[in-house]
């Protein structure tokens, strides 16, 4: 086994999720993913805990879907059953087909995720991460060869997260106090909304492995401007690139893709709060240099900014203000590193992706 592989599972089992003993574990990867999955549940063994492994995989999704009636979706209580259960969730990704989703209908999609809801808000309130297995088909998507994308994702996952931590704790002081945040990007990008109360995360590799980001959540009525998402996502197996959105009181009013807009309806067309905005995230991840189609690394990147409309993670949400809820969490991209700015009321602590407690500000 490569060791790396070892060395990931340790940073999963005891940096991210803090295994300890006598926690029931929980295990979803595909098949592909074995040897990670494996280390993982060897040191779970070590620490005491207990562990059930479950088979994620696109296929098996993809036949289900395509066969059900949308229309009859309910909320799979033995799954519920299984995370309630559960202290530690473990969730890997690793691709053999990334377009093995492309031909579910959106509205189906949407109408599974509505019935999951439930599973998902159980899933956020245990110890979980979210992280990837370098397969084939990832690699394949991301434009990189087998070798290449392992270096890719181990490098990415196996940072000084001490390090990292203090590196964006700086970003975090200057967010803790904030009323106002404005975004301009280009001639499309210029938004504005309120984070005041909110709570803004230092993500060093805890939920999220690769971490290397700052998030909050923006006061749900309080966005307004235009945003255009100049980095594709890839969704159901689909790229959807080209994405322009209008803001009004927090509200998506108007939106258009240049590839794949369907998409797009089946995720706005989900619920209410698919329409509003639930997180600002600010990519300070260095170690990730590139664009792969994943937006596990994608929305890390230094020099960018995501948003994802749909729910908010609720710890980011201050007392005073309404937590939005929706099936959907579903993040995009854009690219501060030239003519950019963030503001942060009124002064400017980002430039062409250069933070104003960098260097070379």
């Not at 990704?93 to 439930?118: F, G, H, I, K, L």
């Not at 200057?174 to 499309?188: F, K, P, Q, T, Y």
């Not at 995360?201 to 492995?209: A, C, F, Q, S, T």
């Not at 255009?228 to 690139?241: A, N, T």
Request: with cysteine.
């Amino acid at each position: 086994m490569d060791p790396r592989i070892r060395e990931h599972a340790q940073t999963i089992v005891d940096h991210s999720t803090r295994v300890e003993e006598g926690d029931n574990v929980v295990v979803s990867a595909p098949p592909v993913a074995e040897d990670l999955v494996t280390a993982i549940c060897e040191l779970v063994g070590e620490r005491g805990a207990y562990v059930v492994t479950t088979d994620s995989n696109s296929r098996f999704d993809r036949a289900y879907l395509r066969a059900s009636d949308g229309e009859k979706f309910e909320t799979p209580s033995h799954q519920l059953a299984l995370f309630e259960e559960a202290d530690v969730l473990i969730n890997v990704r690793a691709e053999e087909n990334a377009t093995e989703m492309s031909d579910v209908d959106p509205e189906v999609n949407a109408a599974w995720r509505r019935a999951y809801q439930p599973i998902q808000k159980e899933a956020l309130s245990k110890r979980w991460c979210l992280t990837q297995y370098p397969a084939k088909g990832s690699a394949q998507l991301a434009g990189m060869s087998t070798e290449e994308y392992e270096n890719f994702v181990y490098d990415a996952v196996s940072l000084d997260w001490e390090k990292q931590e203090e590196l964006q704790a700086q970003m975090v002081e200057i967010m803790d106090d904030a009323e106002e945040v404005r975004i301009v990007s280009g001639d499309e990008t210029d938004v504005t909304m309120s984070v005041a109360g909110n709570t803004t995360i230092n993500d060093k590799g805890e939920h999220n492995l690769p971490g290397g980001e700052v998030f909050t959540a923006p006061v749900k009525e309080s966005v307004n401007g235009e945003v255009y998402f100049d980095l594709p996502l890839y969704r159901q197996g689909r790229e959807v690139s080209g994405v322009r959105v209008t803001f009004e009181d927090g509200e998506v009013v108007e939106y258009s893709a240049e590839r794949n807009e369907e998409v797009l309806d089946g995720v706005f067309d989900t619920d209410e709060g698919a329409r509003y905005l639930g997180e600002l995230g600010i990519g300070m991840n260095r170690s990730i240099d590139r664009f792969s189609y994943n937006m596990l690394f994608d929305e890390k990147m230094g020099d960018t900014v995501h948003m994802a409309v749909g729910s908010a993670y609720p710890e980011t949400v201050g007392d005073d203000n309404e937590v939005n809820e929706s099936a959907e969490h579903v993040d995009m991209i854009v690219d501060m590193s030239e003519e950019s700015r963030i503001e942060v009321d009124g002064e400017v602590v980002q430039r062409n992706g250069t933070f104003v407690f960098e260097d070379e500000f």
